[in-house]
């Protein structure tokens, strides 16, 4: 008797399960035809195992056959026979039909997660002491996450696309296409306009530099006319909103930090800052530190629920946790930077993704590289914006008066405009940044890029 015809049992199909298994031993291109299956959709364990070792085959570029997928399965230490390999093969005509066999495998898998979440709706409705609300909205957004379904697209010849793109052409320049200014004009004219949803705009310094402060000025900016919901792993709610408050209120942070109760002038920059954050400002804050990229996604999709959402500012993505602990870090981080680009495309937002850098541009006239990105080369590949922010004075404090405000943004990847070195003015005590008026101070022994393309 099938599984699938025992009434009241566990939702699951070994013989689905058998079947892709065994079709994708036969030929491994079928892959193509599995959609978005993955390892936790199978049910039984030794399954999920066999599964993980022929799609890491597969994408390794190795053949996965029995015998590899074995000896793949025996360094690891399980226990699966080659037998068993042999049979899954072997009582699988073909791959035919593995792209209805995934369906199956999904369909138990999503029903088994409909158990699970019934449950704990139970467990929550019986025990928890939170109110209804909080937890019918922790439930949709579990049953949400539970209904997602990677759709497959097929490839359209361009000429089909292109009377599409004709009307994305037009609504451009009607300004139907939403670009979202920085607010810092140099800056904007850079980015042909601003940052476009869907682009993930990297930004590296190294510690102390004010990468965070940048972010934080660009997201009060975009906040106006948008909604903004940053991601703090570095600094508490608390310290956030201290910034927020001095940038706002253009005020000296030294002060909001003392709150001196007969300090006026800063009592009033307090209630100019309150005021813009709850009358003019559409922006969300989380402190939760050590983030993984599903927890990312999960607050991501419920700020756009809740209340909008344009722009996400990561802070910073050297702090979020890998998926597997046992990988090395530079893969963790890697697969990440690849989550956060599918997100922003999936979402339609833009991501501001703060990183930190190593030590290096020292010993190369005071230039960052892309390498420079500490633990990561796969940043490089996945942004569409690459800016390295310096502070010359920061490095040299012996330099004049002219630079105590000075910075300068060093565009290094530019997908939808030119490579160019961009003034800032930091406003340190203020912790924000603005444009930079009139020309730039002299900077010995540093060749600075101009606004063309540069090679």
């Known amino acids: 008797m099938s599984h699938d015809d025992i009434r009241g049992a566990i939702p699951h199909s070994i013989e689905a399960e058998q079947s892709v298994l065994g079709g994708l031993l036969l030929d491994n291109d079928a892959i193509d035809r599995c959609g978005d299956l993955r390892a936790e959709h199978f049910y039984r364990g030794d399954h999920r195992a066999i599964f993980t070792e022929i799609l890491a085959a597969i994408i390794g570029g190795y053949a996965a056959d029995v015998v590899t997928v074995f ?3 025996q360094a690891k230490g399980s226990e699966t026979d080659v037998s068993y390999l042999s049979s899954l093969s072997l ?10 066999y995934a369906d199956i495998i999904r369909d138990r898998a999503q029903k088994r997660g409909m158990l699970a979440l019934s449950s704990d709706l139970q467990e929550m409705a019986l025990n928890s002491a939170e109110a209804a609300a909080v937890l019918i909205d922790r439930a949709q957004g579990q049953l949400e996450k539970l209904s997602e379904a990677v759709v497959k697209r097929e490839p359209r010849r361009v000429a089909d696309l292109m009377s ?19 607010g810092i004009e140099d800056l904007d004219q850079v980015l042909s306009g601003g940052i476009r949803p869907g682009n993930v705009v990297v930004l590296g310094a190294r510690p102390s530099v004010g990468k965070t402060a940048l972010a934080m000025s ?33 005020i000296p942070l030294d002060d909001v930090l003392k709150a001196n109760p007969d300090n006026q002038d800063m009592w009033r920059g307090v209630t100019r800052a309150a005021t813009r954050i709850s009358n003019e400002l559409t922006i969300a ?16 999709r419920t700020a756009k629920r809740k209340f909008g959402l344009d722009l996400l500012v990561l802070d910073y993505l050297q702090l979020m ?20 680009k599918a997100l922003a495309k999936d979402l ?15 010993q190369r006239g005071g230039r960052y590289r892309m390498s420079d990105i500490r633990d990561c080369g796969g940043i490089e590949q996945d942004a569409d914006v690459i800016g390295f922010l310096h502070r010359p004075i920061k490095d040299d404090p012996s330099l004049g008066d002219q630079w105590h405000r000075f910075a300068w943004l060093q565009m290094e990847k530019n997908r939808q405009g030119a490579l160019a070195d961009v003034p800032l003015s ?3 005590e203020q912790t924000r940044f603005a444009g930079w008026h009139g020309a730039w101070p002299k900077q010995p022994g540093t060749a600075r890029r101009g606004k063309g393309l540069v090679d």
């Open 71 to 73: 000896e793949r399965l």
């Open 91 to 100: 009582n699988t005509p073909s791959s035919a039909n593995i792209r209805r």
């Open 164 to 182: 599409e793109h004709i009307d994305v052409l037009e609504q451009r320049s009607e300004g139907k296409i939403r670009v979202i200014p920085t």
């Open 218 to 250: 660009i997201a009060a900016n975009v906040a106006e006319k948008y909604s903004v919901l940053v991601l703090s792993m570095e600094m508490s709610a608390q310290e956030v909103n201290d910034r927020l408050i001095a940038m706002l209120g253009q």
């Open 285 to 300: 804050l989380d402190d939760q530190p050590a983030l993984t990229m599903l927890e990312v996604r999960n607050k991501a």
């Open 321 to 340: 946790q890998g998926r597997d602990e046992n990988e090395k870090r530079n893969y963790q981080l890697e697969e990440i930077s690849r989550g956060v």
């Open 348 to 362: 339609g937002i833009g991501v501001i993704e703060l990183v930190q850098l190593n030590r290096g541009a020292e």
């Open 426 to 428: 930091y406003i340190g």
